[in-house]
């Protein structure tokens, strides 16, 4: 705990760690409602099948599991880099809920222009509908939280009104 103005506040890796769970788990729950015709195991298969190829789909539990663990190291990556680099994205956006919306965009981008071709899975080719859908996804469940949270954090909880 460090204290600010008097007040005791969780340390930073502290507060970033609690921000990567819960970036972490509301992304994964949407991708399980979002492909609500596929079983969870199979959304975190195709995940694990980024590293182990088709395999992944041929395994049971195990992977499942790396799935489950390849989603939350990519989440949780992205929500500590977009923690520690709010206080740049607020001086130059002036806005949360712009920063948000940018965090998700380039969220989006990494994980589907980036990470996802260069994986085992490789290329595809995306529909608007779906781009639209899964941005709409990432601001709730990754922009807004950690916006929300890092704002608190760096702000004493003190949510200046000029980015409200």
Known sequence: MEKIDGK????KY??????????STLDAVAAILSAHKM????????IASGVFG?????????MVG???FFH??????????FFVLYPMFILFLKNKYVVAVGFALIAWVITHLVIVPLSRIGWSHMEIG?????????IITIGLPIVLIADRYYYNGNFRANLS
């Open 72 to 81: 939350y190291l990519i989440a949780y990556s992205i929500t500590a880099v």
């Open 54 to 62: 088709k395999a992944a789909f041929a395994g049971g539990f195990e």
């Open 8 to 11: 005791r506040q969780p340390g």
């Open 130 to 138: 779906g781009i639209v859908i899964g941005m709409g996804i990432l």
């Open 14 to 23: 502290t507060v970033i760690a609690w921000t990567g769970l819960l970036t």
């Open 39 to 46: 079983p969870a195991a199979t959304v975190f298969k195709f």
């Open 66 to 68: 790396a799935g489950i």
